[in-house]
Structure formats: structure tokens, C-alpha cells
């Protein structure tokens, strides 16, 4: 069962440093087989916004971009990516930026230098360049209203743990962030918070008939008849992001 410490804390939040956590359940029965970094360790990377994206007079393949990084004057950069367009807002390594350790295990330092004839002072980066996820396919496309300037690894929340634990078949109450909780916290005498869940009005008077043929077996049914979903919704990017720290691939809220 893999999960990020941050959720973990979300509901318990014991004075605990994370191998003491750690240590903590793997002395209750709940052992830790691993901890691992969401994310590498990388510097000087900032939300920034494509302001304007020309072709590169030199190169077919390549795009001379204006980013503002919320420094007041424009970066220029030089992007070979296929979706670096105006208005979307993505990772930005300034000069001085130290990108995650490439096969030869040194750190990739951005210097201010020139493509094929035109200055680039930065890079804009993939996820895959980040290193936090494997699609190389383009630019990390960020929500709207990312904080231009703001670090990345602030923004995105890459200063967190992935918990890997092994649970034994007693353990089926602990197959559950929130049932880890409950045992932090009756193990350090830490606050459990527990999650609400508003009350939804019902919309439609359809009902749906059931017949429990094993009333023994099962002492309580319901349901509810939902109608008029949108299929197109986007599923959010907080949900996308806890299920993949999970491993989890988000398909759709469906």
C-alpha cells in the first residue's frame, strides 16, 4: 500500500520527523518497507507564463518564447517543445537552476546561452525533465491561477514522502489512508481528524427496487439514482496528482 505522507497527516498530524513515523508503524505491525522522495532534489525552478511564442528564425522545430516569471522584465527562452504556446503557465528554470541529476548522476545547470543563433536565459520544463512523472511529451501545463514566481517544488507539493507499507491479512482495517490514521493517532495520542461528508439533497424521485435475498448476511443496502452527469468533466488536479502518488492513473471522475 503506497500513499504520501502529507495526506497521512492530513488527519494525524503527530511531532513526529517522518522516519520516526515510520518507525513508529513498523513497531505497531504496520511495517514501512520504503520511503521515497516525490520528487528529486532540484533548485531555482518558478511558475511562469508564456506572454508571447514566435517561431525561432533559424530552426523549424523551435520557438523563441517571452516568460514572466513575476520579476517585472521578460525572460527570453528558446523552447523546442510542441505545446509551449501564449497563456499557459509552466516550470521555468532560471539561470542558476540546478534540474534533477541526468544518467551520469551530475546536476544539470542552466546557464544563460544561445540556440542556434538567439539567447535563451532559462528553460521551461516537462514533467519528465522534472523528473516527477515519465510524460516527455511537452511542457508541464499548470492551472490558470499558479502563482507566477512561486517555487515549483512549493507549488506542487514535492517536498513530501511516498510510505510504502506491507499489511498483513489481519490488517483490514489500516487498507485505507484514514484507517492509517486511526492508528497513528491511538499510537501517539495525536488528534484524529476526521473527514465530513456534506449532505446532498436529493434531485429525482427514481427509485430503483432491490431484493437482499441474504438478510443475515447483509443488514443495511442503499443507494441512489444519480442523473444528468457530464461525461467531459476533467477530473481535478489535486485528485490526479494524490492517485498518481498513490499509484493510481486517473482516467476520469466516471
Not at 60 to 88: E, K, S, T, W, Y
Not at 164 to 192: D, F, Q
Amino acid at each position: 500500500m503506497q500513499f504520501p505522507e502529507s495526506w497521512l497527516r492530513e488527519f494525524c498530524n503527530p511531532s513526529l520527523t517522518t522516519q520516526q513515523l515510520a518507525d513508529t508503524l513498523t513497531m505497531a505491525g504496520l511495517e514501512v518497507e520504503e520511503l521515497e522522495p516525490v520528487a528529486p532534489p532540484f533548485t531555482k525552478i518558478v511558475v511562469g507564463e508564456i506572454k508571447e511564442a514566435v517561431q525561432h528564425p533559424n530552426a523549424d522545430r523551435l520557438r523563441v518564447c517571452q516568460v514572466d516569471v513575476g520579476q517585472g522584465a521578460l525572460l527570453n527562452i528558446v523552447c523546442g517543445a510542441p505545446n509551449a504556446r501564449v497563456g499557459i503557465r509552466v516550470p521555468c528554470a532560471l539561470v542558476g537552476a540546478e534540474l534533477p541529476p541526468g544518467e551520469d548522476g551530475k546536476p544539470f545547470v542552466i546557464k544563460v546561452g544561445k540556440l542556434r543563433g538567439v539567447e535563451s536565459q532559462g528553460m521551461l520544463c516537462s514533467a519528465k525533465e522534472l523528473q516527477i512523472a515519465d510524460d516527455h511529451g511537452g511542457l508541464l501545463e499548470l492551472p490558470a491561477d499558479a502563482p507566477l514566481g512561486q517555487d515549483i517544488r512549493q507549488y506542487l507539493n514535492l517536498d513530501d514522502t511516498l510510505m510504502t507499507l506491507k499489511l498483513t491479512p489481519n490488517l483490514a482495517h489500516c487498507l485505507s489512508v484514514y484507517g492509517i490514521a486511526r492508528e497513528v493517532s491511538a499510537l501517539t495520542g495525536a488528534p484524529l481528524k476526521a473527514p465530513t461528508f456534506p449532505t446532498v439533497p436529493t434531485q429525482v424521485s427514481d427509485k430503483l427496487a432491490v431484493n437482499v435475498q441474504a438478510p443475515d448476511l447483509c443488514g443495511r443496502f442503499s443507494g441512489r439514482v444519480v442523473k444528468g452527469v457530464n461525461t467531459k468533466a476533467q477530473t481535478p488536479q489535486w485528485m490526479v496528482d494524490r492517485l498518481a502518488r498513490c499509484g493510481q492513473r486517473s482516467v476520469s471522475p466516471l
